[in-house]
C-alpha cells in the first residue's frame, strides 16, 4: 500500500491543460470583452501583470537555476532556514529610560534592538554605558540609528568588547551612517561631500575586525515613504550602494570590506506579492553588482536587508487597521528571506508609540515565528509562477532603471539635477490620483469609513500634515515623505473642525435594487469627508422624498434611483428642492448631458475624484 501510494502523482487523473486552452475558455468567458482592458494589470512600476501563470511561464527565467544560500542569493541569504532579527526601535533621548526599555523588550521575544539617538548632537561614552547596562552585546543584534552617534558608538563598542573580551565574530548591527540619505532628506550633505565620504572610510576601517557589524547603511524606506514605486525604491537605493562601492573603492579600500559593511533598509507597502519578489530581486541584482568588482569571497555580494513595515500606508482614521497592514507586510518581508524586520506600531502616524502598540508591533514578528513558523521555510515562494515571474519583471524594469542613473553619473550626481525627484514625485502623483479616485483602497478612509468616528483631540492639521525638511545650503530639492491618507484625512479633519456638519439626505426612489446600490455608494462617499448621511427604505415620490429632505434639514440632497427614472425624478427633485439644498445624481447615467441642460450640476460615481468632488462640496456649503 505504501509504494503504492509513493507512486501516485497528485491529479494525474485530470489531463494537462495548456496555456492556449486556458486562454481560449477566458476568451470565451469574456463575450466580446477587451481580454487586456478586462484582466491584465498594468502596474503603477511600468509593466503588466497577466491575470494567470503557467509553467511555460517560467521556461525563459535564468535565476531559477539557483538554490538557496547559493549566489546571487534570489532565493535567499541561508540554504537551512529562513530566521530573522525581531527588531524593536526605542527612542534613546535619555539613555536610562531606553535602557529600561530594551531590557523589558528582551525579555518578550525581541532579539534586536534599534536604539535612535537622531535627536541628539552629542552621545557620550557614560551615555552609551548607561545606553547598555546589563545587556549583552554578543546575544543580540544591535543597532545604532542617528549619523552623528556613528563614530563615538564605534569606538565605545570596540573599547567595550576589549575590555570584556567578547569575541568580535559575535557582534551583530549597525550604526547606519548614511551620507546619501542626508542629501536625498535635506537637499545637501551634513559636511562637504568628499569629507562625508572620507567618514565613511574611517567608519569602515575602524570597524574592519567585526565582520558582523555594519556601519555603512544605505535607506531605500525613504522612497517607499515618498510614494515611489517598488522598483524605483529598490533601484535608487542599488544606485546608492554602487555609489558607495565605487567611492570607497576609489580611496583605496577593498570590495570584500566594503560590501561587507553595507546594510540596506527597505519599506514594505501593503503590495503583498510584488514586495515578496522585491527583495528576491533585490538580492539577486546587488550581487550581481558586487560580482562586477571582483571580490575575493562572494560571500560578501549577500545583500544585508533590514525591512520597516510602511508609514505611507498608515491612516490616522480607523487607525487599528494599520495592524492588519503591518501583518501582511511582515509576511511579505519575512517570506522573502529578509535579515530583520521591525514593525512599525500602528499608532505612529499620529502620535508616539504606547506600550499597547508597541507590544502589538512586537507580538505580530513573534506570532508569525513562534506560532506560524515563518522562520522554519526558506524560500517558500521558490518556483511560485506567478511571484518568479514578478521577481523577474522587477529585475528587469530596476536593472533599466539603474543602468540610466549610472549613465548620469551614479546616484548624487542624478540627484543634483533634479532625476531621482522627478521620478519620485510622478510616481507620488499617480499615486495620490489612485487613493483620490479610490482604484488604490485605504480601509476605513476612503473606502467603508466608520462614519460615527472623530479625530482624537489632539490630533490637527500640524499632526496630518508632513514637514519638508530643507537645508538653506541645499544643492537640491529634497525627497518629500508622506503619507498616502494626508489629503483624505484633512478633508475629514475640516468637516470635523465646522461650526455644523453638513447633512446629506438620500432621496430613495423608483428601482429598488437600483436605489439600493446607490444609497450605499453615495452614503460610503459622503461618510469619507465625516458629512452626517440620512439614509431611507425609499420613497414612492419625488414629493415625498423632497418633503422628508427638507424636514432634516438637509445640505444635500442625493438622488439614488435607476439610470432609465433619472430624466424624471432628478429635474423634479431640482425644481421642489428650489435651490434649499444642493441636488446631487447618484451615478452617472447615459442621459448626463441632457439632466445637465436641466440644470442639474453634481454626479458622483465610481470614477468620481473623491477628494475634489468632496471639496467642492465644502467649499460650496461654506465650510
Known amino acids: 500500500m505504501a509504494d503504492k501510494t509513493k507512486q501516485t502523482k497528485l491529479f494525474e487523473e485530470f489531463p494537462p491543460i495548456s496555456t492556449q486552452e486556458w486562454q481560449d475558455k477566458i476568451v470565451t468567458d469574456l463575450k466580446g470583452a477587451d481580454y487586456e482592458k478586462k484582466l491584465v494589470w498594468r502596474t503603477i512600476e511600468g509593466f503588466s501583470v497577466q491575470p494567470f501563470y503557467c509553467a511555460e511561464h517560467l521556461e525563459n527565467l535564468n535565476h531559477l537555476q539557483y538554490v538557496p544560500g547559493e549566489f546571487p542569493y534570489v532565493r535567499g541569504n541561508k540554504a537551512k532556514c529562513n530566521s530573522w532579527f525581531v527588531r524593536q526601535n526605542i527612542d534613546a533621548a535619555d539613555a536610562a529610560e531606553a535602557n529600561k526599555k530594551a531590557l523589558d523588550v528582551l525579555m518578550k521575544g525581541v532579539d534586536s534592538l534599534g536604539f535612535d539617538v537622531s535627536c541628539k548632537e552629542k552621545f557620550s561614552n557614560e551615555e552609551f554605558e548607561i545606553l547598555l547596562k546589563d545587556i549583552s552585546v554578543a546575544d543580540i543584534e544591535l543597532n545604532i540609528i542617528g549619523a552623528t552617534a556613528a563614530h563615538p558608538f564605534v569606538d565605545f563598542l570596540k573599547a567595550k568588547i576589549q575590555a570584556e573580551n567578547i569575541d568580535n565574530n559575535k557582534v551583530k548591527g549597525s550604526v547606519g551612517?548614511?551620507?546619501?540619505?542626508?542629501?536625498?532628506?535635506?537637499?545637501?550633505?551634513?559636511?562637504?561631500?568628499?569629507?562625508?565620504?572620507?567618514t565613511a572610510k574611517e567608519l569602515i576601517e575602524k570597524a574592519k575586525d567585526l565582520p558582523d557589524f555594519r556601519v555603512i547603511g544605505v535607506n531605500g524606506e525613504m522612497f517607499n515613504k515618498a510614494g515611489a514605486t517598488i522598483v524605483q525604491e529598490l533601484t535608487f537605493a542599488l544606485a546608492m550602494g554602487n555609489q558607495y562601492l565605487n567611492l570607497l573603492t576609489d580611496k583605496g579600500l577593498d570590495i570584500d570590506t566594503v560590501a561587507q559593511n553595507i546594510k540596506f533598509n527597505f519599506g514594505v507597502s501593503s503590495n503583498y506579492f510584488m514586495e515578496i519578489a522585491k527583495?528576491?530581486?533585490?538580492?539577486?541584482?546587488?550581487?550581481?553588482?558586487?560580482?562586477?568588482?571582483?571580490?575575493?569571497?562572494?560571500?560578501?555580494?549577500?545583500?544585508?536587508?533590514?525591512?520597516?513595515?510602511?508609514?505611507?500606508?498608515?491612516?490616522?482614521?480607523?487607525?487599528?487597521?494599520?495592524?492588519?497592514?503591518?501583518?501582511?507586510?511582515?509576511?511579505?518581508?519575512?517570506?522573502?528571506?529578509?535579515?530583520?524586520?521591525?514593525?512599525?506600531?500602528?499608532?505612529k502616524a499620529f502620535e508616539?508609540?504606547?506600550?499597547?502598540?508597541?507590544?502589538?508591533?512586537?507580538?505580530?514578528?513573534?506570532?508569525?515565528?513562534?506560532?506560524?513558523?515563518?522562520?522554519?521555510?526558506?524560500?517558500?515562494?521558490?518556483?511560485?509562477?506567478?511571484?518568479e515571474n514578478l521577481t523577474h519583471s522587477i529585475a528587469e524594469h530596476a536593472w533599466?532603471?539603474?543602468?540610466?542613473?549610472?549613465?548620469?553619473?551614479?546616484?548624487?550626481?542624478?540627484?543634483?539635477?533634479?532625476?531621482?525627484?522627478e521620478q519620485v514625485n510622478e510616481s507620488a502623483n499617480k499615486r495620490n490620483i489612485n487613493i483620490a479616485t479610490r482604484r488604490d483602497v485605504l480601509l476605513g478612509t476612503n473606502q467603508y469609513p466608520n462614519a460615527l468616528e472623530k479625530a482624537e483631540v489632539n490630533i490637527t492639521v500640524d499632526t496630518i500634515t508632513s514637514k519638508l525638511t530643507k537645508r538653506?545650503?541645499?544643492?537640491?530639492?529634497?525627497?518629500?515623505?508622506?503619507?498616502?491618507?494626508e489629503q483624505m484625512e484633512l478633508l475629514r479633519l475640516k468637516t470635523e473642525k465646522a461650526n455644523e456638519t453638513p447633512k446629506v439626505f438620500l432621496l430613495t426612489v423608483g428601482d429598488l435594487n437600483m436605489r439600493k446600490a446607490r444609497a450605499?455608494?453615495?452614503?460610503?462617499?459622503?461618510?469619507?469627508a465625516g458629512f452626517e448621511v440620512v439614509d431611507n427604505s425609499g420613497f414612492s415620490s419625488v414629493n415625498e422624498g423632497?418633503?422628508?429632505?427638507?424636514?432634516?434639514?438637509?445640505?444635500?440632497?442625493?438622488?439614488?434611483?435607476?439610470?432609465?427614472?433619472?430624466?424624471?425624478?432628478?429635474?423634479?427633485?431640482?425644481?421642489?428642492?428650489?435651490?434649499?439644498?444642493?441636488?446631487?445624481?447618484?451615478?452617472?447615467?447615459?442621459?448626463?448631458e441632457k439632466l445637465k441642460s436641466k440644470g442639474i450640476k453634481h454626479f458622483i460615481h465610481m470614477k468620481s475624484n473623491l477628494i475634489e468632488t468632496l471639496q467642492g462640496f465644502q467649499n460650496e456649503l461654506g465650510i
Open 177 to 198: 551612517f548614511d551620507p546619501m540619505a542626508h542629501l536625498s532628506l535635506n537637499g545637501n550633505f551634513c559636511k562637504a561631500q568628499d569629507e562625508v565620504f572620507e
Open 472 to 485: 538653506d545650503d541645499a544643492i537640491a530639492e529634497p525627497i518629500k515623505q508622506y503619507r498616502g491618507a
Open 520 to 528: 450605499g455608494f453615495a452614503s460610503g462617499f459622503f461618510a469619507c
Open 279 to 347: 527583495f528576491r530581486a533585490a538580492r539577486m541584482l546587488w550581487a550581481k553588482i558586487v560580482e562586477a568588482y571582483e571580490p575575493h569571497n562572494m560571500e560578501v555580494a549577500k545583500m544585508n536587508i533590514h525591512a520597516t513595515t510602511s508609514k505611507f500606508n498608515q491612516t490616522i482614521y480607523d487607525p487599528y487597521v494599520n495592524m492588519l497592514r503591518g501583518t501582511t507586510e511582515s509576511m511579505s518581508a519575512i517570506i522573502a528571506g529578509v535579515d530583520s524586520l521591525s514593525v512599525t506600531p500602528f499608532n
Open 546 to 592: 423632497v418633503k422628508a429632505a427638507m424636514e432634516q434639514n438637509a445640505d444635500i440632497v442625493v438622488v439614488c434611483s435607476s439610470d432609465d427614472e433619472y430624466m424624471d425624478v432628478a429635474p423634479a427633485t431640482l425644481e421642489q428642492l428650489a435651490g434649499k439644498a444642493i441636488t446631487v445624481v447618484a451615478g452617472y447615467p447615459k442621459s448626463v
Open 352 to 387: 508616539s508609540s504606547t506600550k499597547f502598540s508597541d507590544r502589538i508591533a512586537r507580538n505580530t514578528q513573534i506570532l508569525l515565528k513562534e506560532e506560524s513558523y515563518f522562520d522554519k521555510i526558506v524560500d517558500p515562494s521558490g518556483g511560485s509562477y506567478y511571484i
Open 400 to 421: 533599466k532603471l539603474f543602468i540610466e542613473i549610472e549613465e548620469k553619473g551614479g546616484y548624487v550626481e542624478a540627484f543634483k539635477i533634479g532625476f531621482i525627484q
